[in-house]
Structures are given as structure tokens and as C-alpha cells.
């Protein structure tokens, strides 16, 4: 069995501390332990209460997601581990030492009273998991804390510290000092004051306020619109929620949630939430990275260019608590990027979610400097010019010289090579690429870009210093574009000759926006602005490229997108809402027929597999060539950086629920078809389908 929980007694107390590192989840040999533990307590007359706290960083980390799909696993299941806790007639107190997420937390609201330390974050993030909280949490929270607080912290599923937690009332206590200590203390006054029980599955005050408030349902499936689109389960959590309220018994509601449970469980969103979950953390270990290789201390950052990148990777910085140089050779432009900072920390604040003192502390992190050399006392410097390879030539030779020994030095190129790069340096091995994804302060995904000179010591240290940034990070080879841009080109390529053989860039948009991405090429372009690629194309002397054709037609008539109203689409005054425009549609037409396409009818089908397949059949190409180590990798870098729905799983995933073999022969159509060289089928995903393998399978 897997896990254990210990057994001491205390005087009076009986103490069981879990021991699964380094999360405790709640694997087989947890449940038993618990289940025996609350067992043998309840048949010793000498003890009166009992503590439950978990060893290492967490108090649980819910359920053993590893042993979901497995077959069935050995011992006691939560449902009766939990049902002997809730049952004891000796009051049990949770001491909460760390996170307490999931089926953490379900475990907590059986006992009769929790203390927690005042850094230990609770919540139900089963959500994020396709799931729904299958353990009473979906009955339990409603009852403690009321329908309306608990619809909001089970369908976001995000963290909630220990002070406002307490503050909600799902903990009863916040500890001070050492949280077994006083979780004791807290059972002794219990004990001396009768030992009163309480159990939460009988309290009905709450929920009976909320009977009958059907505003409340309503009112949450419309956020739910706009926050977890297409996603099965959250909606499975309201039908739970409202049974908590409505239902006539607690077991009746407890019925309901536990098939409510098995069908997120049967889900396909399930499964590949779940493989995202573990594919971010497999990213993190790279082969021959071995945990004694010495990482360079980070103490101390440097940033180059205060534009919105620079900009927000110093935030990055500040916000992990790391005192950062920005960099910017013009005075203007620093002031400039110190004020959009400025103002970004300030809309937080007035959302309430950072204080104004945090927000101080932050700010006072980012030190602005305008003389190179004051970035060389950095442990880290990270480039954030615009995409110009001399520019960061020349960068990283004035590097080479003011940086101390032994410092990490990163660009943050989102394509540029970055052995060029490093080969101005006398130092290439301290060198990679560290591309964020914009507005750095906001997305999660890093990429990490290993030079063929990048050393274990710089992978290892840019790895670590994104997880101090708070990102997902990925390690990349340096190829242009890297994993994600690489793979971004073959979508937007396809999109824009869907449109010159006829479809319109509405009828594309609505396919991208209903697979699940926020928005579609389209709208994305005149968001981003089409005479960015314009401007840049005519000071390089045109392109013959023919999916330029368009943008550049529109253009020449002042269509730039959203920015002055009209792009692909026309936009009203104040109001972001793309609407079709009949004279960028006269527009398209004309440029396909110029070009001398027959135009023709589009299925949306035929739309989504044009968008995706490209992606998938390049991120084959990344694998095989070594780019990409995993295919999780390369959903990660999708999921995180791209906007790509988490529910399908990433490209890759999405492809192997396809059907690699359908999957490839459509590839294979479309590249007769149209000859295009994106199409030309990946070797590693013929060998694939021959040996009747997917993706997944080289993951193991
Ligand atoms: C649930 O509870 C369902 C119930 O309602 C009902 C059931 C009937 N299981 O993230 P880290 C592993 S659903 C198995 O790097 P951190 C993780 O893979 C569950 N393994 O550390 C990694 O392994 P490795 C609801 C787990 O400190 C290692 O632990 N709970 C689990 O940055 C360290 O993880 C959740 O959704 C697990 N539950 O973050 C919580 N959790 O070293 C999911 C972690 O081999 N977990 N591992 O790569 C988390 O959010 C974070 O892991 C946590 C720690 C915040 C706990």
C-alpha cells in the first residue's frame, strides 16, 4: 500500500499524522491508516480526541490522482475512510500544516474542527481536473460556509489562504506557533469543555437560507459562460450545490454528487485535464539533470528594455520578491515602462487583490537604470529587446564584458538563434534562451531554449528560476520559433488560405472560438494589428508570400484592425465586438481571385482540422528532431502559451483521441490536395500509425 499514517498518543489525544511525501495524497495506505488509526482511537478509553495532520508540505493533496483509471486499488475507499471519521462519537480536529486541496479538504470538513497554520492555502480544485469534489465536499462547504461562497470557491477551484478561510468560516482557528502544538492545545480545550462533536453534515442553518434562491444558479451558469466554457464538470458541481440545498436529506445529496462524480470520472475532459496536469510536471525533469548539479543562486536580477515585455518580466521578478535592474538606454521609454508597471500593480490594488503596502514592496524591487553597467551585479540577466539579431548581438558582446562570472544570461527572443547569440559571448555555456509569453507578468508558460553550448548548470537554473517566477517551464531546442511559434506558423498559415479558397474569416473564427480558444486568427490579428507585419514586410522590401496578400490589401486601405476600427472586420466606437464587413470580405474576394483561386464552401470540419492538424503534424516534426522532449511538452507549451483548451489535452493529446491513423491519413489528404509543405507527413507520426502507437505511448 502507498502512504501510511502514524499513531502516537499524546495524554489524552490520539495523534495521526500523515506520511505520503511529498503531498500526501490520499493513497490506499493513507485511507487505511486513517480509517485505523480513528479505529484504534475510538476503542482506547483513554483517549478523548483526535488530531489529524499531515507530515512534509502538505496536510493532503487530495486524492491520489495517479490511481485514477487504474484498476481498482487495495484497502478502504475515502468514502468509508471519511464515513468512520464523520461517525466518531470522540471529537476529531484537522491541523491543517499545509495545503489542504480536494479530497484534502473533504477530509477536513468530516472532522469536527480545523486549525490551520496562517500560510496553508485549503480549496476544491477538483474542478480544474474535470472533476467535481467526490468526497461531501459539494454537501459539506454549502453547509458551512453557504451555497453562494461555496459555488464560488468549488467552480473556480482556486486556493484559499488560512486568514480567509477563516474568515469564510470553513477553518474554526488559526494557529500560532507550531501547528501540532496547538492543534493539541485546541483538542484539550474541546476535551475540558465537554468534548462536544460537531459535524457539519447536520448543520442546515446555512442552506436553509439559500432554499428557493434560484437567482443565485442562474446567475452562476451565466459566469459560468464566460469562465469555463465548454467544460462538463462545472456545471455537474451547480447540479450538486443545488441538491446540497434543495435535496430533503444529506445522503440524498450525498447520492446525487457521488453520480454526478462517476460521470466526470468517465468524462474524456477528465482524462485530459488530468494528463495536462501531470505532463506540466513531467516538463520540469530534463534528462541528465540530476538534482547535485550546483544552480546558480539567483539573489539579484537584471532586465534589458522596459518595453511591455521587459516590463513585465521585471514584475515577475518583483512579484517573487527578487530585486530586479530594468534597463532601457532611453529616459523617456523608462519612465514610460515604469508607469505602465505602476499602473498595472495599481488596477490590482483597486480590484483588491494586492494591497497597497504589496504593491509599494513590489515597486520597490524594480530599481530603473539607465547605465549598462549597473546590470552586472545581476545573478541573472535576461534580454528583452525587440526581434532584431544584431541589436542582440551587440547586446550580449556588452554583456560578455560587465556581467559578473558565473552569471546566467538569457535571451528573451521569442525565435531568434540562439547559438548566434550566445557565440558573441566568451561564455556560451552560461547562455539560453528564456522566452516568455506576453503580458510576461500574466502568462504562465516559459520556454526554456537550450543552446548546443547551454550547460546542465544554466538549464537547471532557468528551470528553477521559472518555478520561483511561478511559471510552467518548458525546455525547447533552438530552432526558429522554438515549440510554440514554430507550430503557430503552420495554424496561421492554414487560416489564411482557407480564406483565399473561400471560407470567411468569420465562419474560421467561430470554428477556432467553439473548439475553445479565446478568439480566432482573425479577430486576433486585428486585435494584434495587421500593419505590425505590414509595415515590417515593406521596410524589408515586400514579400511574395501569398497568405501576406490579404493583410497587406488591407492596409493599403487603412485597415489596420481594431486600433482605428477596421480590419477584417469593423468594430464600433468603444465596443471590442468583431462584426463583418463587406468591404473587407470584397477585399478578400478580390485578392483570391487576382491570385487565381476558385473559390469554394468550407465545412466546419474541414475549417478545424485545417487549423489544428498543422500543429500537430509539426509538433511530430519537434519530436522527432529533438526540439520537443515530450509530447506532454509540447501541449504544455500549447495549453499555457497559446490559449489551446486545457479539456482536450493540448495538440497532441487532441490528436491521439482523434485517431493518430485518421489524423495522418487527413494529413496526408491535404497535402495532395494543396501540395503545401506543412502537410508533408512527420516520419515519427507515419512510424506511429504503423506500429499502432500514439503520442502517449512515447511519453510511457
Ligand atoms: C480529488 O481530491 C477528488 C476527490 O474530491 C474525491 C475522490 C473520491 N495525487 O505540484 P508539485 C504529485 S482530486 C497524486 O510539483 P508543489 C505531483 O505529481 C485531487 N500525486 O508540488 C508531483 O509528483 P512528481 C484534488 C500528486 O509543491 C509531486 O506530487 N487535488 C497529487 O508545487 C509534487 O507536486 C488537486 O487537484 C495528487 N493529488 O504543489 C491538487 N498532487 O514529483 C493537485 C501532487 O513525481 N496538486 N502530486 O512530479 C497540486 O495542486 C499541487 O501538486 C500541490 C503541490 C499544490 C499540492
Known amino acids: 500500500m502507498k502512504g501510511s499514517v502514524h499513531y502516537e498518543k499524546r495524554g489524552e489525544i490520539a495523534l495521526l499524522s500523515i506520511d505520503n511525501p511529498p503531498v500526501n495524497p490520499l493513497s490506499s495506505g493513507v485511507r487505511q491508516g486513517l480509517y485505523d488509526g480513528v479505529a484504534a482511537a475510538l476503542e482506547d478509553d483513554g483517549v478523548k480526541a483526535i488530531v489529524v495532520t499531515g507530515l512534509h508540505r502538505a496536510f493532503i493533496a487530495g486524492a491520489d490522482i495517479s490511481e485514477f483509471g487504474a484498476a481498482a486499488t487495495e484497502g478502504v475507499g475515502l468514502h468509508e475512510a471519511i464515513g468512520k471519521m464523520e461517525a466518531s462519537n470522540k471529537p476529531i480536529i484537522a491541523a491543517i500544516n499545509g495545503t489542504a486541496f480536494g479530497g ?7 472532522c469536527d474542527y480545523r486549525i490551520a497554520a496562517a500560510t496553508a492555502p485549503v480549496g476544491l480544485p477538483e474542478v480544474k ?3 467535481l469534489p467526490g468526497a461531501g465536499g459539494t454537501q459539506r462547504l454549502p453547509r458551512l460556509i453557504g451555497a453562494e461562497l461555496a459555488v464560488k470557491a468549488i467552480v473556480s477551484g482556486d486556493p484559499i489562504f488560512a486568514p480567509e478561510a477563516f474568515e ?7 494557529a500560532e506557533g507550531n501547528i501540532v502544538e496547538a492543534g493539541i492545545a485546541y483538542a484539550q480545550e474541546i476535551v475540558a469543555a465537554g468534548s462536544v462533536t460537531r459535524k457539519i453534515r447536520d448543520m442546515d442553518e446555512k442552506i436553509a437560507a439559500d432554499r ?9 451558469r451565466q459566469r459560468l459562460e464566460k469562465t469555463r466554457r465548454n467544460q462538463f464538470a462545472p456545471e455537474q458541481i451547480l447540479k450538486c450545490i443545488q441538491a446540497a440545498v434543495n435535496a430533503d436529506t444529506f445522503d440524498e445529496g450525498m447520492e446525487i454528487e457521488r453520480k454526478l462524480f462517476a460521470e466526470c470520472m468517465e468524462d474524456p475532459q477528465r482524462e485530459a485535464l488530468i494528463h495536462i496536469f501531470f505532463a506540466e510536471r513531467a516538463a520540469n525533469k530534463i534528462p541528465g539533470l540530476t538534482k547535485d548539479v550546483p544552480l546558480i543562486d539567483i539573489n539579484k536580477g537584471s532586465v534589458i528594455g522596459s518595453g511591455t515585455m521587459g516590463g513585465g518580466i521585471a514584475m515577475c521578478f518583483a512579484n517573487a520578491g527578487i530585486p530586479v535592474r530594468l534597463h532601457d538606454n532611453d529616459a523617456d521609454n523608462l519612465a514610460r515602462g515604469l508607469k505602465v508597471i505602476e499602473g498595472n500593480y495599481a488596477r490590482t490594488v483597486s480590484r483588491g487583490r494586492l494591497s497597497q503596502e504589496e504593491m509599494d514592496k513590489r515597486m520597490s524591487l524594480i530599481i530603473p537604470t539607465e547605465n549598462f553597467d549597473d546590470l552586472g551585479d545581476g545573478d541573472v540577466v535576461i534580454e528583452a529587446v525587440y526581434e532584431n539579431i544584431d541589436l542582440k548581438k551587440e547586446i550580449f558582446t556588452k554583456l560578455d564584458k560587465v556581467m559578473k562570472e558565473g552569471a546566467l544570461l538569457a ?8 547559438d548566434a547569440i550566445a557565440a558573441c559571448t566568451s561564455r556560451p555555456e552560461f547562455v539560453c534562451g528564456m522566452h516568455f509569453f506576453s503580458p510576461a507578468n500574466v502568462m504562465r508558460l516559459l520556454e526554456v531554449v537550450k543552446g548546443k553550448e547551454s550547460s546542465p548548470v544554466t538549464l537547471g537554473t532557468a528551470m528553477a528560476l521559472g518555478k520561483r517566477l511561478g511559471k510552467v517551464s518548458v525546455v525547447a531546442g533552438n530552432c526558429p520559433g522554438f515549440i510554440g511559434n514554430r507550430m503557430i506558423g503552420g495554424y496561421s498559415r492554414q487560416a489564411n488560405l482557407m480564406i483565399l479558397e ?5 465562419q474560421v473564427d467561430k470554428v477556432i472560438f467553439d473548439f475553445g480558444l479565446a478568439m480566432g486568427p482573425f479577430a486576433m490579428a486585428d486585435m494584434v494589428g495587421l500593419d505590425l507585419g505590414w509595415r515590417a514586410r515593406k521596410m524589408m522590401g515586400g514579400s511574395n508570400e501569398v497568405t501576406t496578400r490579404i493583410p497587406d490589401a ?5 485597415r489596420y484592425g481594431q486600433k482605428n476600427g477596421k480590419g477584417y472586420y469593423q468594430y464600433e466606437e468603444g465596443d471590442r465586438t468583431p462584426r463583418p464587413d463587406a468591404i473587407a470580405d470584397e477585399v478578400i474576394e478580390k485578392v483570391s481571385k487576382e491570385l487565381g483561386y476558385t473559390r469554394r464552401e468550407f465545412s466546419d470540419e474541414e475549417i478545424l482540422k485545417r487549423c489544428i492538424y498543422p500543429l500537430v503534424n509539426i509538433g511530430a516534426k519537434l519530436l522527432e528532431e529533438g526540439l520537443a522532449l515530450r509530447a ?3 501541449d504544455t507549451v500549447y495549453v499555457n502559451g497559446y490559449g489551446f483548451p486545457a479539456y482536450v489535452g493540448g495538440p497532441m493529446w487532441y490528436a491521439d483521441t482523434q485517431g493518430l491513423a485518421d489524423v495522418l491519413a487527413d494529413i496526408e489528404r491535404f497535402f495532395e490536395e494543396t501540395g503545401d509543405d506543412v502537410w508533408k507527413p512527420a516520419g515519427l507520426l507515419q512510424k506511429l500509425v504503423a506500429d499502432g502507437n500514439n503520442f502517449a505511448s512515447l511519453d510511457g
Not at 411 to 418: A, H, I, K, P, Q
Not at 554 to 558: A, F, G, N, Q
Open 104 to 110: 484534502g479538504l473533504e477530509v477536513a470538513l468530516c
Open 129 to 131: 481536473l474535470g472533476l
Open 168 to 174: 469564510m468560516g470553513i477553518i474554526d482557528k488559526i
Open 212 to 220: 428557493g434562491n434560484t437567482t443565485l444558479f442562474k446567475e452562476a
Open 411 to 418: 535571451t528573451n527572443t521569442s525565435g531568434l538563434d540562439v
Open 502 to 506: 473561400g471560407a470567411k474569416p468569420a
Open 554 to 558: 488591407l492596409c493599403e486601405l487603412d
Open 632 to 634: 506532454g511538452d509540447i
